[in-house]
Each structure stands twice: as structure tokens, then as C-alpha cells.
């Protein structure tokens, strides 16, 4: 690989680490447009509530259908996603993956109480270029652990 080669490889891992933190960005500050933006138009969107399964408990095909899914956390008064370790691999030209690790917290107060739902996700992550920008083509997420406090 080549100089110029190398630094394009960066400035891809760069792209793709901004687009995982738009992702918890987007969710703590309720864009939901934002979050869509984020995914290809014929994306791919599992969730994986048993860790130990291979099949999904949700399964959303297309960026539109990702309005539900991302508006939900307006039932929340507040979140906050921490994300983690991001381990990105080129798989090809203008493609991606990576594992991605992510604390997610979740507040509601309700009649004078404090109610946090803390989710414990990793993400496996397909990332692929469209107009110039990466995007994710595919998001599989997996929830280790759901704690309520």
C-alpha cells in the first residue's frame, strides 16, 4: 500500500468512527432524520435481543422503515450512548465492517422517580460508499444485557 493509499485508508476510518458517533449523537438528541440519513436506502437492521441466537427478533429492511425504530426513544426523557471500541476493517473498495461496543442509558421520570434502563449493545456493522459518503449498509445490533435500576 502506498502513501497516498494509507492516508485515504485514515481518512475512511475517520469517516466511518464520525459516522458510528452520529449514530449516538443522533439518538441522544432525538433527530431521527439525522439517524435514517445515516443508512443506505436498502439497508439492513437487526436486533438481537437472545446474544446466543443466529436469528433476529427484529428485522427492518430499508432506511424508511427505520422512522419507528429510532422515533421510539422520544418515549424516553433522556439517553445517553457511550460507544466504545470500534474495530473497522476494509473489506473491499468503498466497504467496511466493524464491531462496535456501546453503553446505552435511558431515563424516564415518572411521579417523582428516577427510572434508568441501562443496555449493554454491541453493534456488527457493514458500512459501504454512496454519493461520496459511508454509510451504513447494515447494522446487527445485540443486546448483551438489559439492566433496570
Known amino acids: 500500500m502506498n502513501l497516498e493509499q494509507k ?21 441522544d438528541t432525538r433527530n431521527t432524520q439525522g439517524q435514517m440519513n445515516l443508512f443506505t436506502e436498502q439497508t439492513n437492521f437487526e436486533v438481537f435481543y437472545d446474544p446466543t441466537s ?8 430499508g ?16 439517553t445517553m450512548h457511550f460507544v466504545g471500541q470500534c474495530d473497522i476493517h476494509f473489506t473491499a473498495e468503498n466497504q467496511a465492517t466493524a464491531n462496535v461496543y456501546c453503553i446505552a ?7 417523582g422517580q ?9 453493534y456488527h456493522d457493514r458500512f459501504s460508499v454512496e454519493n461520496g ?9 445485540i443486546v448483551d444485557c438489559i439492566e433496570q435500576r
Open 114 to 122: 428516577t427510572k434508568l434502563m441501562v443496555a449493554y449493545l454491541r
Open 7 to 27: 492516508i485515504q485508508q485514515q481518512e475512511d476510518r475517520l469517516a466511518i468512527k464520525k459516522l458510528v458517533d452520529d449514530y449516538a449523537f443522533f439518538a
Open 54 to 61: 443466529t436469528t433476529a427478533t427484529e428485522i427492518y429492511t
Open 105 to 111: 442509558h435511558h431515563w424516564n421520570f415518572v411521579e
Open 63 to 78: 432506511r424508511e422503515a427505520l422512522f419507528p425504530v429510532f422515533d421510539n426513544l422520544h418515549t424516553y426523557d433522556r
Open 133 to 141: 459518503k459511508w454509510l451504513f449498509s447494515e447494522r446487527k445490533i
